[in-house]
């Protein structure tokens, strides 16, 4: 009698280790799925917390933030995951499907794999998806642009920076061979003492030493009053804010100069201005005002 037939082979053991595309696909689904946080200082105030040393304690410290989502690029895909992620202060919002931020992208040439190398073109991006006045300021992040640029930010108003992108997502200088977009949310005005009228602005329950700013506060401060800078941004590679001295990121954003020679030479067909990225990006920061233009 011969005996029964050997079972069948058991199929091989499921990975437990996803591929980076579905990880990407993963923390998408997280990013999307995620509830908007309770006010505007909520995530904000974790990284400010974790940085605390890092804020000097002879000068007022003031805080302006507007909450954005979080969403987390799939492909080189940063300027538009930036764009997205501030069309949700516009007013109305703008919530559309990052897919369709690509898509219209595409279609109007500004881009060919995700990528996005000229301010220019963000801006009228910006303009046909979001439907809102865009403004591009060149020559850099300093001077008076500095001026421009907080007054536009403590008025509850995103910005869109290219920058240097270094390993834990902070400005670096590369020549541009890292370019990065972030959107900027909001800032902490470092003040000197005297310069801000703590009546105005309470102190924070966790951090007395932050003071807060509060929807419809008259905001003024003497230009010659501020000690120090840093702003909140968030890019298409983390979940979290991220808390960087104003000054490093205007370093960063001036020095974009060229390509990544071995991105370049890859056989990827990129857009890029007639001018490569130093036309396109340096010294650049695209401004967009949240009132929506009526049709």
Known sequence: MSGAPPPPPLPPPLSLTPSVSSKKKLYQAIAEGKRPVDGDHEEA????????????????????NKYVPSLIQDGPQCGLVALWMAGHLLQPPKI??????????????????????SASDMAKLAEEVCGCRVQILSGGMMGDNS???????????????????????????????KAHWAVISG??????????????????????????SQNGSCVSWPIDGIEDVYVLAKQGKSLRYQLWKYETVAQSNAQLKEM??????????????????QEGLA?????LHTQTLMT
């Not at 800032?187 to 807060?212: A, E, N």
């Open 96 to 117: 559309i499907p990052i897919e369709m931020v690509v898509q219209v992208a595409k279609d109007k040439g500004y881009t060919a794999q995700g990528e996005m190398f």
């Open 45 to 64: 105030r974790i990284i400010i917390a974790q940085r605390e040393n890092s804020f000097r304690k002879d000068v007022q410290w003031l805080l302006f």
């Open 187 to 212: 800032i902490i005005l470092g003040l000197r003492q005297g310069c801000m009228d703590s009546k105005l602005f309470p102190p924070d329950i966790t951090l007395p030493w932050l003071h807060l």
């Open 260 to 277: 990544d020679p071995q991105r370049a030479s890859d056989g990827t067909h990129y857009v890029l201005p007639s001018g490569g990225v």
């Open 283 to 287: 010294g650049q920061v695209v401004l």
């Open 147 to 177: 001026a421009v640029i907080l007054k536009h930010l403590s008025n509850g108003q995103p910005i869109l920076v290219p920058y240097d992108e270094d390993f834990n997502h902070e400005p670096c200088l590369r020549n541009g061979h």
